[in-house]
């Protein structure tokens, strides 16, 4: 497998592998029906786990087969930051549950929706009814268009119960500088985002002082982990493009890689640039995806142990890069995770990479989440060197005296065995989550951080890597790790070039380069976690400028050839006379961070500027330190203001963007915010284009009293009607000369109006034609 090539778990199922003769069966309450319990049987997966004695009884084995071959309960975070999080939590447990309590379908009691006991602060919920209840049955149908357009607009991510768990381990805050290796679809990008706007208020978004660098090195993935973290708009936020085996140094001013430097302060002129360290990283590896087998039935069919051999050698690089990238101030944390149980691809790894790099450890994190279900790491596993499963060596050596022939053996690497030293890595620290312990998919998740007083000599050190310094050079792990060396390696070279203190710089590539295809898995598009409305449909908002990526994102990306090409990223000066226009026309106050707002076209006659973006400062250190070319920058900071068609040159017309807002709201002039009413935003959501004239009066008098263009409106709490606003919300809108607009994408606006008013307000009511005709309308 070639390195940096597009892999990844819980691949878009193939689905079962049907006669399509056969007609499909009726959608039985099991929802495991006859044509895919035929699929899910495979005597190599059965032979091959079974060898690794998972459990202390065949009984256990055989509960977790039949926990595999059923249907995997509906599971979703309620997402956003803390408090947007809790008041919508509020809904569904005092709305929602309740009236899915008592439900009977069919003559069968149906179970309401729970939530996930280990989840903190009960954010995460599970549900298990066929979907022809949430066609059919009114109560769950209400629920699951909730669902939908919650899942839209971001409020909801539907996820995982599993997926769930390594960002709960990497224990992120806003000051953090954290490193997504591999990041895409973002599931667990967007938990992260979450983590570090936990400062952020119903209204408003906090500007963390910390970063998150989302990397993936499919360029197409990269778009969805775009699309997702749309959904947080975040000025810490950005999205990379590269193999994260061979990340290269980032450098910052050496007073913004500390924990404490201001959010959107000015960038330090004269300090001396060194390396970026990162407080967290977090390595979610391509994987065989045998855990997910539950979801993506076609892994059941196609499943050989080869799969994970495969990938092996790059999960070993991967993490062993993410150890060199690790603030070396002793507080870093790093999480490892697949969605495959294989060992070779779980305990194997943690081996390899911490017997490359004796200054880490494993965290025993065993009183953390202890409703979480889980079992220890294996300390003994077999390797199968074929497809069948039926080869099985105990040992590496065992393997090198047989008679398997040569380029055979020279596939294998010693590091997918077992080492001597396993007992003193403690790799029962390591977290085994099986499916039946707690109806979910499987998962492996590892914490590592440095040693607290790391003072290993150079002899202890050799002769912990004296295992691999026997290997010839074409089957040694890269040994990267030498704490003296990171601060000197080139910033773009790949790791492997790098001088090593000790031991040979060969990369572990034989199995990477001459090894079996990658499993099906590895190299399908990921199928999106959230079935509650796909990302396609989540784009098609129906409002193209509404909808567009509220983050800096690549309108290029990868050209044909396989170069990289990207609109430029500019910080503009603060004094940009059309930025200034801009801010004096949205009425922001002097303290806006216009130091920090950066453009993605070049400004000229003929293209005025179309948006602007705002970050924060380390994100403005890393693209104006480095060149973001090398790192295939496809994403920076949050996109606030976009032009509106009206107006040209310094009067060209802005306006605040839906996603933008929470961002931008804490510089806004108070005395420039509407006040509005549940009756004029049900106004607002009752069309398109209201007439100001139907607005109630109090509402209207504001508005006559504003210019044209765009404006912010805060809707207070209240009640009336049985209609209830339990907090201030507050929204972008455009006035044109006669009527005003609610300037949120349509699906945003149904979700407002089923939350609020329990229906669609505008369901049924024509688009009018060219919104831009209306909204310029004299
Ligand atoms: C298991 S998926 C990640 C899932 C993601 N963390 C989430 O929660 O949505 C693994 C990802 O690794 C990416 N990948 C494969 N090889 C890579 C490499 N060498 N460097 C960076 N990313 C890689 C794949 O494109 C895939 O998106």
Redesign the pocket.
């Known amino acids: 497998m070639g390195?940096?090539?597009?892999?990844?778990?819980?691949g878009k199922s193939r689905g079962p592998r049907t006669d399509p003769t056969v007609p499909a069966p009726a959608d039985g309450p099991g929802r495991t029906d006859l044509i895919e319990k035929l699929d899910m049987h495979n005597e190599r997966f059965t032979r091959y786990y079974r060898k690794q004695s998972l459990f202390a009884d065949e009984k256990e084995f055989e509960e977790m087969l039949d926990a595999m071959r059923r249907h995997l309960p509906t599971t979703f975070r309620v997402a956003g930051s803390r408090q947007t999080a809790h008041s919508l939590n509020k809904t569904i447990t005092d709305v929602h549950v309740p009236g899915l309590s008592d439900i009977v379908f069919e003559d069968e009691k149906l179970p309401p929706p729970v939530q996930l006991p280990w989840y903190p602060d009960g954010l995460a919920w599970q549900f298990n009814v066929p979907k022809k209840v949430l066609r059919r049955q009114p109560e769950f149908k209400k629920f699951h268009s909730f669902l939908v357009f919650e899942t839209e607009v971001g409020n909801i991510s539907r996820q995982e119960a599993v997926?769930m768990i390594p960002p709960l381990f990497l224990d992120v805050e806003p000051h953090h500088k954290v490193m997504?290796?591999?990041?895409?679809?973002?599931?667990?990008?967007a938990q992260i985002l979450e983590a570090l706007h936990s400062q952020d208020t119903l209204t408003s978004s906090s500007i963390p002082s910390g970063l998150l660098v989302a990397?993936?090195?499919?360029n197409k993935?990269t778009h969805l982990l775009i699309h997702q973290s749309a959904r947080l708009p975040s000025p810490a936020l950005m999205v990379t493009n590269?193999?994260?085996?061979n990340y290269p140094i980032i450098r910052v001013p050496a007073s913004l890689n500390t924990k404490d430097h201001a959010s959107v302060q000015e960038l330090p002129q004269s300090d001396k640039l060194e390396p970026l360290m990162f407080d967290r990283i977090?390595c979610?590896?391509?994987?065989s995806g045998d855990g997910t087998m539950r979801k993506n039935i076609g892994i059941w069919k196609s499943w050989q142990p080869m799969d994970g051999n495969g990938l092996h050698s790059?999960q070993v690089r991967?993490l062993q890069r993410a150890m060199r990238m690790l603030t070396k101030d002793g507080t870093g944390r790093i999480v490892y995770s697949t969605?495959s149980l294989n060992p070779v691809e779980n305990e194997a790894v943690i081996c390899a990479a911490l017997n490359s790099n004796p200054a880490f450890e494993l965290v025993d994190v065993s009183d953390k989440f202890p409703s979480l279900q889980r079992r220890p790491g294996l300390k003994t596993w077999n390797t199968s060197t074929d497809r069948t499963a039926k080869t099985f060596f105990e040992t590496w050596e065992d393997l090198m005296t047989s008679s398997l022939d040569d380029p055979t053996k020279a596939r294998f690497s010693k590091t997918q065995w077992a080492p001597e030293n396993i007992e003193e890595l403690h790799i029962e620290r390591c977290m085994r989550i099986y499916p039946h312990l707690q109806d979910t998919g499987g998962f492996f998740v590892a914490v590592l951080e440095r040693k607290k007083k790391s003072a290993k000599s150079k002899p202890q050190r050799k002769r912990e890597h004296a295992e691999t310094d026997e290997l010839p050079d074409s089957k040694r792990p890269r040994i990267e790790e030498s704490d003296d060396t990171i601060d000197e390696e080139p910033s773009i070279e790949p790791a492997s070039t790098v001088e090593e203190e000790e031991v040979s710089s060969e990369p572990i590539s034989a199995i990477d380069e001459t090894g079996p295809e990658p499993p099906v898995s590895a190299i399908e598009e990921?199928a999106p976690?959230d079935d509650l409305g796909s990302p396609s449909e989540a784009m098609d908002t129906g409002d193209a400028e509404a909808s567009a990526p509220a983050v800096a994102s690549s309108s290029k990306g990868e050209k044909g050839d396989g170069t990289f090409k990207e609109n430029p990223y500019i910080y503009l000066p603060q004094d940009h006379p059309l930025l200034q226009a801009c801010l004096a026309r949205l009425k922001m106050i002097p303290s806006f961070p216009s130091h920090n707002v950066l453009v993605r076209n070049v400004e000229s006659v003929h293209t005025p500027i179309r948006s602007f973006y705002l970050s924060n400062t380390l994100v403005k250190a890393v693209i104006t330190h480095n060149d973001y070319q090398k790192f295939r920058l496809t994403a920076a900071g949050t996109k606030v203001f976009t032009k509106q068609e009206a107006g040209k040159g310094l009067d060209a017309q802005y306006r605040v963007l839906g996603e933008g807002l929470p961002v931008v709201l804490p510089f806004v002039e108070p005395g420039a915010i509407l006040t509005g009413s549940l009756s004029a935003l049900r106004t607002f959501l009752e069309s398109y284009y209201p007439l100001v004239a139907t607005f109630e009066e109090k509402f209207r008098e504001q508005i006559d009293e504003s210019s044209t263009g765009s404006l912010i409106v805060r809707f207070p709490p209240e009640e009336s009607d049985g209609v209830v606003l339990t907090h201030d919300l507050v929204l972008p809108i455009w006035k044109s000369n006669v009527s005003l607009s609610l300037m949120i994408d349509k699906k945003a606006k149904s979700a407002l109006s089923l939350r609020l008013f329990g229906k669609d307000l505008l369901e049924g009511v024509k688009p009018p034609g060219n919104k831009q005709e209306v909204l310029d309308q004299d």
């Open positions: 390195r940096g090539r597009k892999g990844g778990r819980g997926s997504d290796m591999c990041a895409a679809p973002g599931s667990k990008t990397n993936d090195s499919d993935r590269l193999d994260a085996s977090l979610d590896v391509p994987c790059l991967i969605c990921e976690e």
